[in-house]
Nanobody, 131 residues
Framework: EVQLLESGGGSVQAGGSLKLSCTAS????????WGWYRQAPGNECKLVSM???????HYEESVKGRFTISQDNARTTVYLQMNSLKSEDTGVYFC?????????????????????????WGQGTQVTVSS
C-alpha cells in the first residue's frame, strides 16, 4: 500500500519559515492532485494548498503570498514552503495524493482517507508558531 512520508514540521516564532516535504513510498499516478491540509485543535480539516498535474495551484486565502506549493518532476514528492508564519498557521499538516481533482472549499471533520473518502494521506506533521 502506498504510504506518504511527511517531514519538516517543527516549532518556530512568528515571522519564521518552515518547509514541509511529503514523499510517496512508491509510484502512484501521473494525473491527479497533491494537497496540503491543516487541522488545528478543535477545528475542521481544511485545505491549505493544492497542485495539479499541469502545475496549476490553489491557496487558501490566508496563506496567499506566504506559502508556496511545489512538486518534483516525477510527482513523487510535494513541498510546502511556508514563510512569514503566523500563530494562526499552527496545526497538524497532512499531505494527500489524490487520483482525481481535489475539491476546493470543502472542510472535513478529520484529515484522513476514512473521513474524507479520497486519496492517500500522510500521518501528519505538527507545525507550531509562537507569537
Amino acid at each position: 500500500e502506498v504510504q506518504l512520508l511527511e517531514s519538516g514540521g517543527g516549532s518556530v516564532q512568528a515571522g519564521g519559515s518552515l518547509k514541509l516535504s511529503c514523499t510517496a513510498s512508491e509510484y502512484t499516478y501521473d494525473d491527479g492532485d497533491w494537497g496540503w491540509y491543516r487541522q488545528a485543535p478543535g477545528n475542521e480539516c481544511k485545505l491549505v494548498s493544492m497542485i495539479a498535474s499541469d502545475g496549476s495551484t490553489h491557496y487558501e486565502e490566508s496563506v496567499k503570498g506566504r506559502f508556496t506549493i511545489s512538486q518534483d518532476n516525477a510527482r513523487t514528492t510535494v513541498y510546502l514552503q511556508m514563510n512569514s508564519l503566523k500563530s494562526e498557521d499552527t496545526g497538524v499538516y497532512f499531505c494527500v495524493r489524490n487520483p482525481d481533482a481535489i475539491k476546493l472549499g470543502t472542510w472535513y471533520k478529520v484529515c484522513s482517507a476514512a473521513s474524507t473518502g479520497f486519496g492517500y494521506w500522510g500521518q501528519g506533521t505538527q507545525v507550531t508558531v509562537s507569537s
